[in-house]
């Protein structure tokens, strides 16, 4: 009695040991598959990031080379309307002076009028 006892208790012994391996078994490519499944999917995300990155740095190249454009027209409108802002300051020079000797001569005509 005592040995088959015994005899069973080494059984269920052994069968819960060959659950409890099999449960391991288990366990670890459960979380095997789930570490593959997380790094994918993180994997992916940084897959995703780096596309972004790339068409960010794509966009900003872009924007860059257009200011410079509009930089470079900036100036060549700049160097064509320098001449027309000197000439319109020399017109406004000789309208004011002529607007001055105008009024000399006003004056002038209208002293001698007076003194006749």
């Known amino acids: 009695m005592f040995s088959q006892s015994f005899r069973s208790n080494k059984e269920l012994k052994k069968k819960i040991s060959e ?12 979380g095997q598959k789930l570490s593959n499944k997380i790094f994918d999917s993180i994997n992916a ?4 990031v780096y596309q972004w990155e790339g068409r ?3 966009e900003v190249k872009r924007l860059h080379m257009a200011v410079n454009e509009l930089s470079s027209q ?40 007076q003194s006749k």
């Open 19 to 30: 659950e409890l391996k099999q449960v391991q078994e288990q366990t670890e490519e459960t």
């Open 45 to 48: 995300e940084v897959f995703q």
């Open 56 to 58: 960010l740095e794509s």
């Open 74 to 113: 900036l100036e060549r409108w700049q160097a064509t309307l320098k001449p027309l802002e000197n000439a319109l300051k020399e017109l406004g020079d000789i309208e004011n002076w002529s607007s001055v000797l105008d009024e000399r001569v006003s004056t002038l005509v209208d002293m001698e009028e």
